[in-house]
C-alpha cells in the first residue's frame, strides 16, 4: 500500500514538473519571438514623432491591461465570496425598522445593483481606452502612408504588418500574466474566505440562498373542497379498474395490442401518487404549487399515450394563437410592425389563469375535448373512436389518487399537475374558452398569443376597453379567473444555475452558459439592453461559482461565429455587429423544427410498426468500416474525468495496425442518480411491500374465516 501511494506522489509531481517545464518553455520562446519583432521593427526607420506616436499607444494599452487586471481580480472577488468593504458587512439590524420582513430581499438587490454598476464602469473604461488605442493606431498608420514615397510602400505594408504583430503578441504576454496572478489572487481569497467563514457577522449576502422557511403545510378548507378523503389505499382498486377497461377494449378490438401495451400498468411497478409542494418566492406570501408525483400510477401508461396522442392534433390546428417560445412571438412583433399596426399608443397585454390545471371541470373538459375531434372532422385518431379515447380520459381524469400525510384523497375538481394528459386536457379547455376573446381582437388586426395559461396580447383601445374587455372575459366560466398584469422583465426568485462546482460534465455548464448568451442576444433589441443582460448573466454565473474565464471564452466563441473584431474583453463593438448577430440567431428558429416534429407525429404509427419488420440491406464493406462507431457510457464522476483518455489510449494500444482502428469510439455520460433519487424509490418500495403484505394478510385471514 505505502508503495503504490509512493508511486502516484511520483506520478502527481513528475506531471506538474512537466506543466511547469512548458510554460517556462513557452514563455521563453515567446520572449525570444518577441524580441526577434522587436530588431525587425527597429531596423526601419522612424522620425521622432513616429517613435513617440508608438510610445503612446503602448501606454494606452497597457492603462488599459492594468483596467481589464482590476477586472480580473474583481471578478475573483466575487467568485470567492470575498467583495471589498464598500460592498460587505451592511448590517441587517439598521435597516430593519424602515423595510421590516421585506429588509433581506431589498438590501440583497441593492447590493448586486452596486456590483452591477461597478462592472459597468470597469466595461466602460475598457471600451474608451480601445476606441481611443484603435484611433491612434488609425492615425499612424495613415500618417506613415503619407510620409512613404511611392516605392517604399511595400516597405511601409510590411512595416504595419510587423507592427500589428508585435502588439498583439505584447498584449497576450500580458494578458497571460495577469491571468497567472489572477489564479494567484483566486488562492489567497480562497484561504481568506475558508478562515473567516465562521467568524463572519451576519450580513445581508449577494448570493442565492435560502432566505424563507417554508413551514409544514396542511391542507386547508379551500383545498379540502377539491379533494375526496378516503379510508383505504385505493391504489388497487384503480389498478383493477385500469386493467378491466384496457382488456375490454382490446377484447372489442377497439385498441391494437402494442397499443394496450403502452397503456396497461405493471403490477410490480405501480406505486401510489403522493403530494408535495414547490414554493413560489417570487411571488408575495411564498405560495405553494402542488405537484402529485404520479409517475408510477396505474393511469400512467393511459396519460402519456392520450398526450402523444391528442397533442400533435392541437398543436397543428391551433398554431396560429399558440407561441411556441419566445423567438416566436418576436417575429410576431416583427410582423405587426411591419403591417404599420404597432403606433404609439398600442398596449401590450398579459395575463395568466389562476390556478388552472387544479381548477379545470372534469366533465366538462372531456365534453371540449370531443367538440374539438369533431371540429376538425376527426371520428378516430389512429383508428381508435373518440367515444374510446374519452372513456381513457375519464379514467385518468377521475382516478387522481394520492397519499399525503398517512391519509388516502381523491382529487374531484380539476387534473393533476404532473400528469401528462392533464396538460393538453387543460390547452384544449382554453381552446374553447379564448374563442370569442380571440375573434374580437382578429377583427382588430391584433396579436393574440398563448403558452399554456399565459396570455399576451396587443390593443389599441383605451385602458378602459381593455379592463372591459377583460372583466367579461373573467365571467366566461366561473372556474377561469385572471391575474391581470403588465409586461415586464420578471425577476427570478434567485440568480441561480447549476453551480460550477456540482458533480456534472463540463458540457453541461458550457450549454448553460450558451443557453443564456442566446437568450440575451434574443431578446435584446438595442446594444445598450444586451450588455446590462450580459452583465446581469455574468453576475449571476459568479455567483454560482463559475470562473470568469470559463464565462468570457464561451462569450468569445459565440462572437467568433459571426464576428471578426473583438478585443480584450468578448464585447460588440457598435450597435451594427449586434444587429447582425441577432439576425443571425433569431433566424435559427424553432418554427420549422415544431412543424416537422407536428407533422411526423400525426402520421399513422402502424407505418413504424411496418417498417420494424423490414430488412436493412447490406452495404459495401468500405462504408460499414467508415462508418463504424463504438459508443461507451458511462457514469460521470469528477474525479474519473481522465479514465476516457486511458481508455482511448489502451484501445489504440490494443488493435494498433488492425481495421479496429477505423471505428470511432465515442464517449457518453450519464448523470449520477442524486439524493432525492437514490432515497425516494427507498421509500416508495417499503411502502409497496407494506401494502401488498398487508393484503396478502387480510387474503389469510379471509381464507381462514371461510
Known amino acids: 500500500m505505502i508503495d503504490q501511494r509512493l508511486k502516484e506522489f511520483v506520478r502527481l509531481h513528475h506531471i506538474d514538473l512537466v506543466r511547469t517545464v512548458n510554460y517556462q518553455k513557452h514563455k521563453l520562446k515567446g520572449i525570444i519571438y518577441e524580441k526577434r519583432l522587436f530588431n525587425q521593427l527597429s531596423s526601419y526607420y522612424l522620425a521622432e514623432v513616429q517613435h513617440q506616436a508608438l510610445d503612446q499607444i503602448t501606454t494606452i494599452r497597457k492603462k488599459q491591461l492594468n483596467i481589464f487586471e482590476d477586472l480580473t481580480k474583481f471578478e475573483q472577488r466575487i467568485l470567492c465570496h470575498s467583495l471589498p468593504k464598500t460592498f460587505d458587512d451592511i448590517p441587517i439590524v439598521a435597516y430593519q425598522n424602515l423595510f421590516g420582513n421585506e429588509t433581506n430581499k431589498i ?34 498608420e495613415s500618417k506613415l502612408m503619407q510620409t512613404s514615397l511611392n516605392h517604399q510602400h511595400i516597405q511601409a505594408d510590411i512595416f504595419r504588418t510587423l507592427l500589428k504583430c508585435y502588439l498583439s503578441h505584447c498584449t497576450n504576454r500580458l494578458i497571460r500574466q495577469i ?87 405493471k403490477r410490480e411497478k405501480i406505486q401510489l401518487a403522493y403530494l408535495y409542494f414547490i414554493p413560489k418566492p417570487h411571488k408575495t406570501g411564498t405560495p405553494l404549487r402542488p405537484i402529485v408525483s404520479s409517475m408510477n400510477m396505474p393511469t400512467t401508461g393511459i396519460s402519456k399515450f392520450l ?7 392541437f398543436d397543428k390546428h391551433a398554431r396560429s394563437t ?21 403606433i404609439p399608443k398600442t398596449y401590450l397585454c398579459t395575463f395568466d389563469i389562476t390556478d388552472l390545471y387544479t381548477m379545470l371541470p372534469q366533465e366538462e373538459s372531456l365534453d371540449i375535448l370531443i367538440e374539438f375531434l369533431l371540429q376538425y372532422d376527426y371520428q378516430k385518431v389512429q383508428n381508435i373512436p373518440i367515444d374510446i379515447i374519452r372513456k381513457l380520459a375519464l379514467i385518468v381524469i377521475k382516478e387522481n389518487v394520492f397519499v399525503y400525510e398517512k391519509k388516502f384523497y381523491r382529487q374531484v375538481i380539476g387534473g393533476a399537475m404532473g400528469s401528462a394528459f392533464t396538460l393538453t386536457l387543460a390547452i384544449i379547455f ?11 381582437l382578429k377583427v382588430s388586426n391584433e396579436i393574440y398569443e398563448r403558452y399554456v395559461d399565459d396570455i399576451f396580447f396587443t390593443s389599441n383601445d383605451s385602458l378602459e376597453c381593455i379592463d372591459q374587455m377583460l372583466d367579461e372575459a373573467n365571467n366566461f366560466h366561473p372556474n377561469i379567473k385572471l391575474v391581470r ?8 426568485a434567485e440568480p441561480y444555475v447549476v453551480p460550477f462546482g456540482s458533480d456534472h460534465p463540463g458540457h453541461v455548464f458550457r450549454n448553460t452558459i450558451d443557453a443564456a448568451i442566446t437568450k440575451a442576444v434574443r431578446y435584446s433589441t438595442t446594444l445598450s439592453q444586451f ?16 470562473p470568469p474565464r470559463h464565462i468570457d471564452r464561451q462569450l468569445t466563441t459565440l462572437f467568433s461565429k459571426y464576428l471578426s473584431i473583438y478585443f480584450i474583453l468578448p464585447m460588440l463593438n457598435n450597435s451594427d455587429d449586434f444587429d447582425y448577430l441577432r439576425h443571425q440567431l433569431l433566424t435559427t428558429s424553432t418554427d420549422k423544427i415544431y412543424n416537422r416534429t407536428v407533422k411526423s407525429s400525426t402520421t399513422d404509427q402502424t407505418s413504424d410498426k411496418n417498417m420494424q419488420n423490414q430488412l436493412v440491406q447490406p452495404t459495401d464493406n468500405n462504408e460499414i468500416t467508415k462508418s463504424k462507431s463504438l459508443i461507451i457510457h458511462k457514469r460521470h464522476e469528477q474525479r474519473l474525468t481522465q479514465n476516457q483518455y486511458h481508455i482511448q489510449g489502451l484501445w489504440m494500444r490494443t488493435f494498433h495496425g488492425t481495421d479496429v482502428t477505423n471505428t470511432a469510439l465515442i464517449f457518453g455520460t450519464c448523470l449520477n442518480r442524486n439524493l432525492k433519487q437514490e432515497l425516494m424509490p427507498k421509500m416508495i418500495k417499503s411502502k409497496r411491500r407494506a401494502a401488498i403484505s398487508q393484503e396478502i394478510t387480510t387474503q389469510h385471514e379471509t381464507g381462514k374465516q371461510t
Open 107 to 140: 438590501m440583497q438587490e441593492l447590493r448586486r445593483r452596486k456590483l452591477n454598476d461597478q462592472l459597468k464602469n470597469y466595461e466602460l473604461k475598457l471600451q474608451d481606452y480601445e476606441d481611443l488605442y484603435q484611433t491612434e493606431i488609425n492615425i499612424f
Open 531 to 546: 450588455e446590462e443582460e450580459i452583465r446581469q448573466m455574468k453576475l449571476m454565473f459568479l455567483y454560482n461559482g463559475y
Open 430 to 440: 382554453m381552446w374553447k374558452w379564448q374563442r370569442q376573446l380571440v375573434r374580437r
Open 307 to 313: 398526450d402523444k396522442l391528442i397533442r400533435p392534433i
Open 322 to 342: 399558440t407561441i411556441i417560445d419566445g423567438v416566436d412571438l418576436i417575429h410576431r412583433l416583427e410582423a405587426y410592425t411591419t403591417n404599420g399596426y404597432l
Open 179 to 265: 491571468r497567472y496572478k489572477e489564479a494567484c489572487v483566486h488562492v489567497k481569497l480562497v484561504r481568506k474566505h475558508h478562515r473567516h467563514l465562521l467568524s463572519k457577522q451576519q450580513i445581508v449576502d449577494v448570493y442565492p440562498q435560502i432566505i424563507v422557511d417554508v413551514p409544514k403545510i396542511s391542507l386547508n378548507r379551500i383545498q379540502l373542497d377539491y379533494l375526496s378523503k378516503s379510508d383505504s389505499n385505493p391504489l388497487w382498486s384503480v389498478f383493477d379498474k385500469v386493467i378491466l377497461l384496457l382488456n375490454d377494449l382490446r377484447s372489442k378490438k377497439y385498441i391494437l395490442s402494442w397499443q394496450l401495451d403502452k397503456m396497461i400498468p
Open 485 to 492: 398584469q403588465i409586461v415586464y422583465h420578471k425577476e427570478a
